[in-house]
């Protein structure tokens, strides 16, 4: 069994961005409940908060998107470490602020786990697309909203977190 400290955690080379694409089909895409609505969801949430304005110390973020660990590896603390570990490269940075949009639980709780608060939520029960009701929340797993997600980073974010 590999555990997450076992694991080399390292940024993504340009030419390796057919490989990024491909484990994102393989692997994100098929356990993500929006799907085809994803991309609207999302353009709600980048409008929804205006982190400057609410947070007037900061003047950069580190933004998490897509998240993804491969099904066979989950839970074992990699989509944490993961979050970690970019942290730690955006506060060495000069990041002050991490931001996430959280489409599902699994994301949510990931990042509830790590100290992120919920600075605005989407509520899929009531949301429309051109007046229509586009979410069956009962299929979604136990899904109801999504969040927007900050989790303020302090200088101590620069050594490396052990597990919590
Ligand atoms: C979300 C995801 C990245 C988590 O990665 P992971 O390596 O399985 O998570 P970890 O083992 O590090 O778990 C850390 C915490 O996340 C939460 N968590 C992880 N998977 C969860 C699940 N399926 N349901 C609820 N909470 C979950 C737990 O709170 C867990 O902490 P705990 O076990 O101490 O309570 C992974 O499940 C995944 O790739 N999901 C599909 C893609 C996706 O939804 N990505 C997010 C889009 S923004």
Redo the contacts with the bound molecule.
């Keep these: 069994m590999v555990d ?1 400290d076992a694991l080399k955690y390292s940024i993504l080379k340009k030419e390796e961005s057919q490989e990024v694409v491909d484990f994102l089909a393989q ?2 895409y098929p ?2 409940p929006l799907v085809k609505t994803l991309h609207t969801v999302l353009s709600v949430l980048e409008t929804a908060v205006d982190f400057f304005k609410c947070y007037q110390n900061v003047d950069r973020i580190l933004e ?8 066979k ?10 979050v970690q570990e970019s942290e730690h490269l955006a506060c060495q940075q000069g990041c002050q602020l991490a931001t ?11 990042l ?3 100290g992120y608060e919920s600075l605005y939520t989407l509520d899929y029960t009531t949301f429309e697309i051109a007046g229509e009701r586009v979410f069956d929340v009962d299929k979604m797993l136990g899904t109801t909203s999504a969040k927007v997600m900050v989790h303020e980073l302090k200088p101590e974010d620069k050594q490396l977190h052990s597990k919590e």
Excluded: C, D, N, Y
């Excluded at 998490?64 to 099904?71: F, N, R």
């Excluded at 590896?73 to 993961?82: D, I, K, P, T």
């Design positions: 997450s692997h994100f356990r993500e998490l998107a897509m998240i993804t660990v491969p099904e590896m989950s839970g074992r603390g990699v989509g944490r470490r993961l996430s949009q959280a489409t599902a639980v699994p994301s949510q709780k990931l509830q786990r790590l």
